[in-house]
């Protein structure tokens, strides 16, 4: 049923793979074709992602956490940039970032 659909796959080592589904055996290995690595970043309430092209794509079944198909309506709600675009995102995030500190004797007391 989900052969030849556009899929969205997230690894055990927090990547995101976004392919099309060629084959699978009982492991729930998978063949990918045209397969990118999904990046992704919210910057001021907006949410961007980029496509690093993979190509051809074989994922081992005890990598894979979670698979679903990718809807329209997910893809224009987060704007696609290039990866350099995205990087330079993060980077002004990282800035605007305040480090927040614990003070755990006084902000954990029920």
């Known amino acids: 049923e989900q052969l030849d659909q556009e899929l969205l796959i997230v690894l055990r ?4 793979l976004v392919g ?3 084959s ?7 063949i990918l074709d045209e397969t990118s690595e999904r ?3 919210v910057c001021n309430g ?15 079944g005890d990598s894979l956490v ?7 309506a997910i893809q224009t709600t987060s704007k696609e940039v290039t990866v350099e675009e995205l990087e ?6 990282d800035d605007n970032e305040q480090e927040l500190e614990w003070d755990f004797d006084n902000d954990l007391i029920a």
């Open 13 to 16: 080592d927090g990547r995101h």
């Open 46 to 60: 907006q949410h961007y992602h980029a496509n690093q092209p993979l190509g051809l794509y074989i994922v081992r």
């Open 39 to 41: 990046k992704m970043c």
């Open 20 to 22: 099309t589904l060629k």
């Open 88 to 93: 330079e995102l993060a980077c002004q995030q």
């Open 24 to 30: 699978f055996d009982q492991f729930s290995n998978m």
């Open 66 to 72: 979670l698979m679903g198909e990718i809807s329209d």
